[in-house]
């Protein structure tokens, strides 16, 4: 297997991670994988100030916003630190 070197947090023209992405539409098993990598931010703020676990909620994904609140995922910034 050919192992590549990426930055799992790498964010995109709005700031938004992959886990952003997965969890704005539901990915499951994305989130996963993503949640399992070593290194993964899980509370990542994008353009609009939204972390994964906010995108999930806004959409009504309950799964996905278990699955980030278990990995330590928080609405907003605020309660980050």
């Known amino acids: 297997m050919i192992k590549l070197q990426v930055n799992i947090n790498s964010k995109d023209y709005d700031s938004r991670s992959a886990l952003h992405i997965a969890s704005s539409n539901n990915y499951i098993e994305i989130a996963k994988i993503l949640l399992e990598t070593p290194g993964i931010i899980v509370n990542p703020i994008d353009a609009f100030e939204m972390t994964p676990l ?10 996905m916003s278990s699955l980030l609140r278990k990995h330590g995922g928080v609405v907003v910034h605020q309660d980050i630190g």
């Open 54 to 63: 906010r995108e999930a909620q806004m959409n009504g994904f309950a799964e």
